[in-house]
């Protein structure tokens, strides 16, 4: 039975989160200052009603920056390119399609694909498209000016409050190449030949306090992917050599 759980968890994708306490409260209290912040930035420029839809995009980006402040989704690029070129395609077929069924759903899949090609993949910048798309007429008002005011604002107050926040926690500096400039590689033992297994996996990832979002199965078959890479490409090179020493003795 208890494999039978264990297999069912394993299909939903219940991740075995590693994180401590303090970790959790850390991250509930930055999502809290950057929302605080938001809201009264977001109800400068818009009603009541319209400004809770931007709030609402940008809570999903506080999750990500907040709770996993070094994941690839969570990084100043892909949220800085992610909001705006969503908002801006939002706003372009808000104009041109503005009653059309279809629009909002357009607006989300051209922002996914735009994303995609400019490696800004952020999954709140949908939202952000479509609120430019179903908004309201005070968001649309704002033409394209929407981008400035709020997107453009809102999102550097958020990556302004998450750099500040962050960094009284130095396992938490963000942007993530921050927190990856001050780490020191630890010692291996001499002469040691040993394979990581998942539970030394598991032990890492307990080690580093930081929610990630890979799982210990995607890390091992990583690692494995990895090794037989590398052994494609010694391979290769050892090829090459021995084709250079023949023309050589040629």
């Not at 930055?30 to 818009?46: D, F, H």
């Not at 989704?73 to 077929?93: D, E, F, N, R, Y």
């Amino acid at each position: 039975m208890q494999q039978f759980f264990l297999q069912l968890g394993n299909l939903l994708g219940i991740d075995k989160n590693s994180t401590s306490h303090t970790e959790k409260l850390i991250s509930m209290a930055g999502v809290l200052l950057g929302l605080l912040t938001i809201r009264e930035i977001s109800s400068w420029y818009l009603a009541d009603s319209s400004s809770l839809l931007m709030i609402a995009s940008m809570g999903a980006s506080a999750i990500l920056i907040f709770g996993m402040p070094h994941g690839a989704l969570s990084q100043p690029w892909p949220v800085l390119c992610g909001h705006l070129v969503s908002a801006a395609i939002g706003v372009t077929l808000s104009r041109f399609f503005p009653s059309a069924w279809w629009t909002p759903a357009l607006a989300v899949a051209l922002a996914m694909g735009t994303m995609h090609y400019l490696h800004c993949i952020h999954p709140p910048g949908g939202a952000t498209a479509m609120v430019a798309v179903v908004g309201g007429e005070q968001v649309q008002a704002l033409g394209y000016q929407y981008l400035l005011t709020p997107v453009l604002m809102n999102v550097v107050s958020l990556l302004l409050v998450a750099i500040i926040f962050n960094s009284f926690f130095p396992w938490r500096r963000y942007p993530v190449h921050l927190a990856l400039a001050s780490y020191t590689e630890p010692q291996l033992p001499k002469n040691f030949s040993g394979e990581p297994q998942p539970e030394d996996f598991d032990a890492a990832l307990a080690e580093l306090d930081s929610y990630r979002d890979i799982t210990t199965e995607e890390l091992t078959e990583l690692y494995q992917r990895a090794k037989y890479r590398a052994s494609l490409r010694i391979e290769e090179e050892k090829q090459q050599k021995r084709l250079l020493h023949r023309r050589k003795k040629g």
